[in-house]
């Protein structure tokens, strides 16, 4: 018998976007599986949703998956999305439905992973000081001091030649109320955003920045979890200063110095040889690969 899928009302909304979920169940309403549909409300992105299926491992190649995925390509069509994307391990079962539904491969991403014991405190000081004439370094926690706002808001577009193979990932334009409300998301949810930034002295303009993301409230109480690094960007002009390496240096010795027993996530498409050069010689060592993969409604 097919399963049984009941819309739920998602209450995670952030301002770049919001979720729609369902739940399969079986007879005597026994769950199986559950979906979710991020769906972009960040200007630039408004035609791009991201799909996540789970089905428990016991109820799987018996079509609750498909019936999910039926549901949320419904919404989405509804929704006038142009693309869904979503992402598996590399040779899962997750690798295996999406493909077997349509999707196609356009990104693959290296997942990698600063242990503690990794850390080479002495070789990532001295990276972290090294001078680097004509720039310096800012730091701050949570969201961006008022005087930084508005070259910190602009040297976001350093992201947008990001290697993202065939992604129909649109360009996200910034501007200060939305690299605000992008850190207040972060504070909402729990967690703390800690933000290194270069910046070019001759111009007191911020040229590149790196995101690292503290689980908990930054002190250590309740954390769970790892660090997480989000976007690590430098604006074209100044690239091959070493600014990526600089910046992500000061960011681990930042959360090291915090919680010492913390290990630091980051993901990178495996096309994008600068940043994984970065990641190698900061000690992250890659544990897994996923594939992106896209359908095209
Ligand atoms: C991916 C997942 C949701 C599939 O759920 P499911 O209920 O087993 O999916 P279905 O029964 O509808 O499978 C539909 C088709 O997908 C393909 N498929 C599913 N699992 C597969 C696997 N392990 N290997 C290869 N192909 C697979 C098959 O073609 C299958 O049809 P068939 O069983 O008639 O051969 C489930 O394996 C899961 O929860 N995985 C972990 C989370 C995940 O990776 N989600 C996908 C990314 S969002």
Same mark, same amino acid.
């Given at each position: 018998?097919?399963?049984?899928?009941?819309?739920?009302?998602?209450?995670?909304?952030?301002?770049?976007?919001?979720?729609?979920?369902?739940?399969?169940?079986?007879?005597?309403?026994?769950?199986?599986?559950?979906?979710?549909?991020?769906?972009?409300?960040?200007?630039?992105?408004?035609? !791009?949703? @991201?799909?996540?299926?789970? #089905?428990?491992?016991?109820?799987?190649?018996?079509?609750? /998956?498909?019936?999910? $995925?039926? &549901?949320?390509?419904?919404?989405? !069509?509804? @929704?006038?999305?142009?693309? #869904?994307?979503?992402?598996?391990?590399?040779?899962?079962? /997750?690798?295996?439905? $999406?493909? &077997?539904?349509?999707?196609?491969?356009?990104?693959?991403?290296t997942y990698a992973r600063l242990e503690p014991a990794g850390i080479d405190l002495g070789r990532i000081t001295r990276i972290a000081e090294q001078p680097h004439p004509g720039y310096h370094l800012t730091a701050w926690t949570g969201v961006v001091p008022t005087e930084l706002a508005v070259t910190y808001a602009a040297s976001r577009c350093a992201m947008d030649d990001m290697p993202m193979g065939d992604t129909d990932y649109g360009t996200v334009v910034w501007d200060v109320e939305r690299v605000v409300a992008a850190a207040e998301a972060i504070a909402n949810r729990g967690?703390?955003?800690?933000?290194?930034?270069?910046?070019?002295?001759?111009?007191?303009?911020?040229?590149?920045?790196?995101?690292?993301?503290?689980?908990?409230?930054?002190?250590?109480?309740?954390?769970?979890?790892?660090?997480?690094?989000?976007?690590?960007?430098?604006?074209?002009?100044?690239?091959?200063?070493?600014?990526?390496?600089?910046?992500?240096?000061?960011?681990?010795?930042?959360?090291?110095?915090l919680h010492p027993e913390l290990a630091l996530l980051t993901d990178t498409a495996a096309n994008n040889t600068p940043m994984l050069r970065v990641n190698d010689a900061l000690g992250y060592r890659p544990t897994h690969t996923a594939v992106e993969y896209q359908l095209d409604l």
């Amino acid at each position: 018998m097919p399963p049984r899928i009941t819309p739920l009302v998602d209450p995670d909304a952030i301002p770049s976007s919001h979720r729609l979920a369902w739940l399969a169940s079986g007879t005597d309403c026994v769950p199986l599986g559950s979906a979710f549909l991020r769906l972009f409300t960040k200007e630039g992105q408004t035609h !791009l949703a @991201e799909l996540d299926v789970t #089905v428990h491992p016991a109820e799987r190649r018996q079509g609750v /998956g498909t019936a999910l $995925l039926d &549901a949320a390509i419904g919404a989405a !069509l509804r @929704e006038r999305r142009r693309a #869904v994307v979503a992402q598996a391990p590399q040779g899962s079962p /997750g690798s295996g439905f $999406l493909a &077997a539904r349509g999707f196609r491969e356009v990104l693959t991403l290296t997942y990698a992973r600063l242990e503690p014991a990794g850390i080479d405190l002495g070789r990532i000081t001295r990276i972290a000081e090294q001078p680097h004439p004509g720039y310096h370094l800012t730091a701050w926690t949570g969201v961006v001091p008022t005087e930084l706002a508005v070259t910190y808001a602009a040297s976001r577009c350093a992201m947008d030649d990001m290697p993202m193979g065939d992604t129909d990932y649109g360009t996200v334009v910034w501007d200060v109320e939305r690299v605000v409300a992008a850190a207040e998301a972060i504070a909402n949810r729990g967690d703390t955003l800690y933000t290194v930034a270069a910046v070019d002295a001759s111009i007191s303009a911020i040229v590149g920045f790196s995101e690292l993301v503290l689980p908990g409230d930054g002190k250590g109480d309740g954390r769970k979890g790892d660090g997480q690094h989000y976007g690590t960007a430098v604006l074209p002009a100044h690239r091959g200063h070493g600014l990526g390496l600089w910046m992500k240096a000061k960011a681990i010795l930042h959360a090291h110095g915090l919680h010492p027993e913390l290990a630091l996530l980051t993901d990178t498409a495996a096309n994008n040889t600068p940043m994984l050069r970065v990641n190698d010689a900061l000690g992250y060592r890659p544990t897994h690969t996923a594939v992106e993969y896209q359908l095209d409604l």
